[in-house]
């Protein structure tokens, strides 16, 4: 009878403990934090359609039919622009009436009309909003109303501490019903939909259309999450929904407060991650870092870095890959010197680079070489599953590229090959081996008989395709 004594404590403690675990009810929270949290009303004006387009198929034998009935109401309503109306959520962050949401809510809107919670016995107020700025990579967008008196207001917490497992509400205005709260956990961290700056937190609080832009709170009542999308074959929540964190919104909405937009920095490097064949192939212990694939005029030119450079460390911050590059650039003050650890030549070096911005970079029309398809076979060498070729001048012609390109082309790849599996593929154009300039086929022979000899098990090549550069490490070991 003791086992069953031991076991009926350890049930009421464990009962204990989930309740301890658990808020008694959400009901304070949701009472701190609901006259922050408002709807979104946007108004889009739509160009007419002539004739009864969209009712009934065009041909069909009641297409007259539905023009009369059209002629008979006021005329052809389709030739005239109509007002469309889409709903969506925000929150206010500071009582001057700045308020954050997400930039596909309010994108291409004419109008945007702002409704706050009523509260117990109060009116509904509606304001209208004008857009202080948007940030389409983070869906981010700050707007401000003008409102009578102070407003109430919910700020910033640090998704950082936010934790798989932790309890988090949403609220906002699902598909159009008014205010709404829903309750859930954490279900993971640090998700990747499809932005470079994208930093998600999962969680299966339950979030619809119309949700888009509300908060996401921790039991603080701090905001840690921008309500942005869900995953669900159907379009209504199944438990997968994710919100922005809140350490990329507060970046994002203080730039956007400032400046009107975004500033983020510019390494000016195009980069790709380092594998474990490329990393055995340079010589480095372990597959981190950013791989240098090329280097246009820009910051990184002016400092020194060369394509074939692995990016290990910037601004004091380890580079894991190139997300995490590309995320740790784009929070770097534009203007600011920062020093760049590169794997070079078997050891490191430490550059200095100062940033350029990003924006500005994305605005310069880049010159691009077309695609082509390999021109007759030349001189030739079977290689590595690949057949390759000297650059002459109709290969160069056929392939439109630049007289500065250099290399060997490849005429040929075996679809049994190794290199056929990592795409490579006839016309790409094979600029050096072994991170070394290869002109000649002899050149391409001598990179790998110096692998061979130095005990490698695979030859790095940078290739070229449409313009865009990547490295590529081939097997020397059958």
């Known amino acids: 009878m003791v086992w069953l004594a031991f076991l009926s404590f350890v ?32 108004t889009t004006v739509i160009e007419g359609r002539t004739g009864p387009q969209g009712i009934v198929p065009e041909g069909s034998p009641f297409e007259d039919f539905f023009r009369e009935f059209q002629d008979r109401n006021g005329g052809t309503n389709g030739d005239r622009p109509r007002r469309s109306s889409a709903l969506g959520s925000g929150f206010v962050i500071s009582e001057d009436g ?27 107020k509606l304001l209208p909003a004008k857009v202080i700025g948007t940030d389409p990579n983070t869906d981010i967008a700050l707007l401000k109303v003008e409102a009578p008196a102070a407003l109430k207001f919910v700020t910033f917490g640090d998704s950082d501490t936010a934790r798989v497992g932790d309890w988090v509400v949403a609220m906002g205005n699902p598909l159009g019903q ?18 470079s700056y994208d930093d998600y937190i999962q969680t299966d609080a339950a979030i619809n259309r119309g949700n888009s832009g509300g908060p996401l709170f ?27 964190a809140s350490n990329v919104v507060t970046k994002v909405v203080a730039q956007l407060k400032e400046y009107g937009e975004t500033r983020r920095g510019w390494l000016g490097v195009r980069i790709q991650d380092v594998s474990e064949d490329v990393a055995e192939a340079m010589g480095l212990d372990h597959a981190k870092g950013a791989l240098v694939t090329d ?12 394509a074939g450079d692995v990016i290990l460390s910037f601004d004091g911050a380890e580079v894991k890959n190139t997300r995490s590059l590309v995320r740790t650039v784009g929070n770097t003050e534009v203007g600011k010197t920062v020093r760049v650890v590169v794997y070079r030549d078997g050891k490191t070096e430490t550059l200095k680079v100062t940033l350029g911005r990003r924006e500005e970079a994305e605005r310069q029309p880049e010159a691009s070489e077309s695609d082509g398809d390999a021109g007759p076979k030349v001189t030739e060498k079977e290689v590595l599953g690949l057949t390759v070729g000297l650059l002459n001048d109709k290969l160069r012609q056929e392939l ?11 005429l040929s ?52 395709r449409n313009g865009e550069p990547r490295f590529v490490a081939l097997n020397l070991v059958e």
């Open 218 to 244: 921790n039991m603080d009542g701090d905001v840690v999450g921008v309500n942005t999308a869900i995953l669900s074959p159907n379009g209504g929540s199944i438990g997968i929904g994710f919100s922005m």
């Open 178 to 195: 008014g205010f709404s709260l829903s309750a859930g956990i954490v279900s993971a961290r640090n998700r990747e939909l499809s932005g």
């Open 295 to 306: 280097v246009p005029d820009g910051p990184s030119k002016e400092a020194g870095l060369q």
């Open 400 to 410: 439109n590229l630049s007289d500065s390109i250099e290399g060997l082309v490849i």
């Open 98 to 124: 700045y308020i954050v949401t997400n930039n596909h809510v309010i994108e291409e809107a004419d109008e945007i009309e702002i409704e706050f919670f009523p509260g117990d016995g109060q009116p509904k």
């Open 413 to 464: 790849v075996n679809e049994v090959s190794e290199a056929w599996e990592k795409g490579l593929r006839a016309g790409d154009v094979i600029t050096e081996a072994g991170q070394q300039k290869v002109t000649t086929i002899s050149d391409l022979e001598s990179r790998i008989s110096e692998a061979n000899e130095a005990g490698r098990k695979s030859l790095l090549l940078l290739v070229r």
């Open 11 to 42: 049930l009421v403690l464990a009962q204990t403990l989930f309740a301890q675990a658990r808020p008694e009810s959400l009901a304070p929270l949701a009472d701190k934090v609901s006259p922050a949290v408002v709807n979104i009303t946007t």
